[in-house]
Nanobody
Framework: QLQASGGGLVQAGGSLRLSCAASGRTFSSLAMGWFRQAPGKEREFVTAVTWSGSSTYYADSVKGRFTISRDNAKNTVYLQMNSLKPEDTAVYYC???????????????????WGQGTEVTVSS
């Protein structure tokens, strides 16, 4: 089970940190990702981190502004979002897949578990 939190309303240029707490499975065996879905659009990949946290991968649209990290001791993955833009407005979902390799998954179908989503609104 994944529980996302930390969304809210922020002005353009501001920052937010999302959290996703996992339970019910050995967190350190899960590769984690964040996706987002803007109103009227399809869900899209944002970023992913390997099971160990040693490697990360970002969509071009957020590279240099967003940072994914994880704390396996706390069973939690984070998404630090800086320099937010109105086009970052979306519902953000954390996702997990049972995978301990180094390949990054960017497709929805590649993830086994999903959180409920947390809404981020960036005002201009």
């Amino acid at each position: 089970q994944l529980q996302a939190s930390g969304g809210g309303l922020v002005q353009a240029g501001g920052s937010l940190r999302l959290s996703c707490a996992a339970s019910g499975r050995t967190f350190s065996s899960l590769a984690m990702g964040w996706f987002r879905q803007a109103p009227g659009k399809e869900r899209e990949f944002v970023t992913a981190v390997t099971w160990s946290g040693s490697s990360t991968y970002y969509a071009d649209s957020v590279k240099g502004r967003f940072t994914i990290s994880r704390d396996n001791a706390k069973n939690t993955v984070y998404l630090q979002m800086n320099s937010l833009k109105p086009e970052d407005t979306a519902v953000y979902y954390c996702a997990a897949r049972a995978y301990t390799g180094s390949y990054f998954a960017t497709l929805i179908s590649q993830y086994n578990y999903w959180g409920q989503g947390t809404e981020v609104t960036v005002s201009s």
